[in-house]
């Protein structure tokens, strides 16, 4: 793809209704096809209603267990029940009326269509992932380092693979902030953060 | 004459030096993210909740308030100077906002905007006013039944209002409900659904739930493009409106207020679909529908000031029923909550202070953000010059200061990470993740009354036909449903989604 449809891409997804501020990406440029091999979100929607239906079809077992209705009415499955069956009851009608109307798929039906691919951009799903990976990392690091350390740590890190910056830019920025919001909100507003095993 | 009284004791509570910071502090950081594309209210609220608990209850509601209608202030800006929706109530701005930036007249469109966010921000206060007194008086009356009905009406409401696929809809509120009754029950301490996890028996907590869904799961959205937009620079000229202007703008603004007003009422609605409906209603009744779309006034006067009034609206079953009917509203109950103060009818006696209090401050925050609109847009525009790369990293820090700062536990912050993930899933597949916060803040007290009204009635769920007004309620629901599902039936196309996923009640 190449940076002038990426934008307009960036624009479109942005603003929908827009043509691109800049001139150089053009509001009439049509939607870069999907990379071939790409996956489609209508062709995933069947696997998440699998997903509902297991897991409505659960918390309705563990409700059963817990006893649905005593002799003073609703019991402490009474809720989980409901709404364990309410999720696989409307799983089960999705999974009917994508059966019923493939057409749609072409439409703009909000329960059954959607011909965009998972992740339209080159390298989204790296990005995504290495998002979580970091997040995880940092979440663990907070815990045993300390915020500061953690934060001083992952961010550069995250900024470096995310942002495609300098590692001085992700360095800098990733420093500023983790020291922006400790002033601001450990030391000005007084919230307390974990510290690692050093003090800080 | 007592909501006068109210309203002139609650300017005596915000007209404090420090109240009036934190109101000020609320609106300037809600045109910050209004402006800012890659964040918006519901992500900020939820960021800066955490902050708030350490403040007075008035000055926590009024702050987090602030930020709400700030931003509905703030997203007109970048919606007409440079295309871009700063958050979701302003996409329709940009329709003719932008078209009339680019004729010259970015002046023009961002003074009436402001303007008329003010005039109906106010009104809809004014309703607010000396609605709510009324609204409270008749709620003392309602016992657990009416509740009850009153939050399943709510409910469906919100199903109706969903603008992408009702089923989701539902799926997610079921899912709400799931996730509020993880932890111990509260009529008989079983514990529920914890599967013997000691960090799960105390429940899920709401902060984190929240920060993950709006927080992390829109970073995650946002990262998926290396590309930004760039700004053109534009210079702002007679940011007041003509003779002309005025003539042209005045009776949109005070439709838009109407609609605006009722739409922030209804559980569901709010400043994003009351924006997308006075934009409809302005070209239905023009003379020359022609000119929308091509930098018609009445197309940014009218839905500006409908967002406005519907964010004021919000607030009137949250302070007089103690029930959201919104993300928003449900986010500012939770902080009402963990500051002590049960939002509720009896709210207007017990807590009169924080009532008053947080109603003056949005009379108080409206007059600051004309102020800070319409003299400082240049500087706000300069805004938008900052990089995804330096935002992204500070929404996340805020996100684990603020997640692990309301519990100091560190199970909060996996919590945070789990929805973090799932909300980015579901929003991929156009699942709306506002009913399931509305729900998960409603579950506890949907379930709490419908066992106390099961409790009270001699012949199990006779006790809700015996009362007239819960009938009233639930034929008013089965009703809603019966009508929209007949009208779907017959009525095969179905108007595409107006605004994006992606920029959907974010």
């Given at each position: 793809m190449t940076a002038e449809a990426s934008r307009a891409t960036a624009a479109a997804t942005r603003a929908p209704f827009a043509p691109a501020p800049s001139p150089a990406s053009r509001p009439d440029a049509p939607l870069p096809p999907a990379r071939s091999g790409a996956i489609r979100i209508a062709s995933l929607e069947p696997v998440l209603d699998v997903v509902w239906i297991v897991v409505g079809v659960a918390l309705c077992v563990q409700a059963w267990r817990l006893g649905a209705w005593s002799a003073n009415g609703p019991d402490s499955g009474f809720v989980p029940l409901v709404a364990g069956a309410l999720i696989a009851a409307c799983a089960g009608l999705l999974v009917v009326r994508r059966a019923m109307a493939p057409a749609r798929r072409a439409s703009n039906d909000p329960d059954t269509a959607d011909a965009e691919p998972f992740w339209a951009e080159r390298g989204a799903w790296a990005r995504v992932c290495a998002l979580v990976a970091g997040l995880v990392a940092l979440v663990l690091l907070v815990r045993f380092a300390g915020f500061i350390t953690a934060s001083a740590l992952m961010m550069p890190v995250l900024t470096r693979l995310i942002e495609k910056r300098s590692w001085w830019f992700a360095i800098g920025i990733g420093l500023a902030a983790t020291a922006a919001v400790h002033v601001v909100f450990t030391r000005l507003l007084g919230m307390s953060m974990p510290r690692g095993p050093w003090g800080f | 004459m007592e909501a006068l009284q109210g309203l002139l004791g609650g300017l005596s509570v915000i007209m404090t030096p420090a109240n009036l910071y934190y109101c000020f502090i609320g609106s300037l950081v809600g045109t910050l993210i209004g402006v800012l594309p890659g964040i918006g209210p519901l992500a900020a609220l939820s960021l800066l909740m955490p902050v708030t608990f350490t403040l007075s209850p008035v000055a926590s509601i009024a702050m987090l308030a602030a930020m709400f209608y700030g931003a509905m202030y703030g997203g007109s800006t970048t919606s007409i100077l440079v295309n871009i929706p700063g958050e979701a109530a302003s996409v329709v701005t940009c329709l003719d906002g932008h078209q009339m930036a680019r004729r010259g007249r970015a002046g023009a469109a961002l003074g009436m905007a402001a303007i008329g966010s003010f005039i109906a921000g106010t009104l809809s206060l004014v309703a607010l006013t000396f609605f709510s007194p009324l609204l409270a008086g008749v709620a003392l009356r309602f016992g657990p039944p009416e509740y009850c009905a009153l939050m399943l009406l709510g409910l469906v409401c919100t199903v109706l209002m969903i603008e992408g696929s009702a089923i989701k809809g539902v799926m997610m509120i079921a899912l709400g409900f799931v996730f509020a009754s993880i932890g111990l029950d509260s009529v008989n301490g079983t514990e529920r659904l914890t599967f013997g996890s000691t960090d799960l028996a105390g429940g899920i907590e709401l902060v984190a739930v929240v920060i993950g869904?709006?927080?992390?799961?829109?970073?995650?959205?946002?990262?998926?493009?290396?590309?930004?937009?760039?700004?053109?620079?534009?210079?702002?000229?007679?940011?007041?409106?003509?003779?002309?202007?005025?003539?042209?703008?005045?009776?949109?603004?005070?439709?838009?207020?109407?609609?605006?007003?009722?739409?922030?009422?209804?559980?569901?609605?709010?400043?994003?679909?009351?924006?997308?409906?006075?934009?409809?209603?302005?070209?239905?009744?023009?003379?020359?529908?022609?000119?929308?779309?091509?930098?018609?006034?009445?197309?940014?006067?009218?839905?500006?000031?409908?967002?406005?009034?519907?964010?004021?609206?919000?607030?009137?079953?949250?302070?007089?029923?103690?029930?959201?009917?919104?993300?928003?509203?449900?986010?500012?109950?939770?902080?009402?909550?963990?500051?002590?103060?049960?939002?509720?009818?009896?709210?207007?006696?017990?807590?009169?202070?924080?009532?008053?209090?947080?109603?003056?401050?949005?009379?108080?925050?409206?007059?600051?953000?004309?102020?800070?609109?319409?003299?400082?847009?240049?500087?706000?525009?300069?805004?938008?010059?900052?990089?995804?790369?330096?935002?992204?990293?500070?929404?996340?820090?805020?996100?684990?200061?603020?997640?692990?700062?309301?519990?100091?536990?560190?199970?909060?912050?996996?919590?945070?990470?789990?929805?973090?993930?799932?909300?980015?899933?579901?929003?991929?597949?156009?699942?709306?993740?506002?009913?399931?916060?509305?729900?998960?803040?409603?579950?506890?007290?949907?379930?709490?009354?419908?066992?106390?009204?099961?409790?009270?009635?001699?012949?199990?769920?006779?006790?809700?036909?015996?009362?007239?007004?819960?009938?009233?309620?639930?034929?008013?629901?089965?009703?809603?449903?019966?009508?929209?599902?007949?009208?779907?039936?017959?009525?095969?196309?179905?108007?595409?989604?107006?605004?994006?996923?992606?920029?959907?009640?974010?």
């Open positions: - | 869904l709006f927080g992390v799961s829109e970073v995650l959205i946002n990262i998926e493009q290396l590309a930004r937009n760039e700004i053109v620079a534009t210079r702002i000229r007679n940011i007041l409106p003509t003779v002309e202007d005025w003539r042209m703008s005045w009776k949109p603004i005070l439709r838009g207020s109407g609609l605006g007003f009722l739409l922030g009422v209804v559980p569901g609605g709010g400043p994003v679909t009351a924006s997308f409906m006075s934009y409809a209603l302005e070209r239905r009744l023009a003379s020359d529908p022609g000119r929308f779309g091509h930098g018609a006034i009445e197309g940014v006067a009218g839905p500006e000031s409908a967002n406005n009034s519907a964010v004021a609206s919000g607030m009137i079953p949250l302070l007089t029923l103690g029930l959201p009917g919104n993300a928003v509203t449900a986010l500012l109950m939770g902080a009402l909550v963990i500051q002590g103060v049960q939002p509720g009818p009896s709210m207007m006696t017990e807590h009169a202070d924080v009532f008053w209090g947080v109603i003056a401050s949005m009379y108080v925050g409206n007059v600051m953000l004309l102020v800070l609109n319409l003299p400082l847009v240049g500087l706000w525009v300069q805004l938008l010059r900052v990089p995804y790369a330096i935002l992204f990293p500070v929404i996340l820090l805020l996100a684990v200061v603020g997640t692990y700062s309301t519990n100091k536990n560190f199970f909060d912050l996996w919590v945070m990470l789990a929805f973090g993930v799932v909300g980015y899933v579901l929003r991929k597949f156009r699942y709306e993740m506002s009913p399931l916060v509305l729900a998960l803040v409603l579950a506890p007290l949907l379930e709490q009354s419908l066992r106390q009204s099961l409790v009270m009635s001699p012949d199990g769920f006779g006790i809700f036909v015996d009362r007239p007004l819960t009938v009233g309620l639930l034929a008013l629901s089965a009703l809603l449903v019966g009508a929209v599902a007949i009208g779907r039936l017959t009525r095969r196309q179905r108007p595409a989604p107006l605004a994006h996923p992606q920029l959907k009640e974010t």
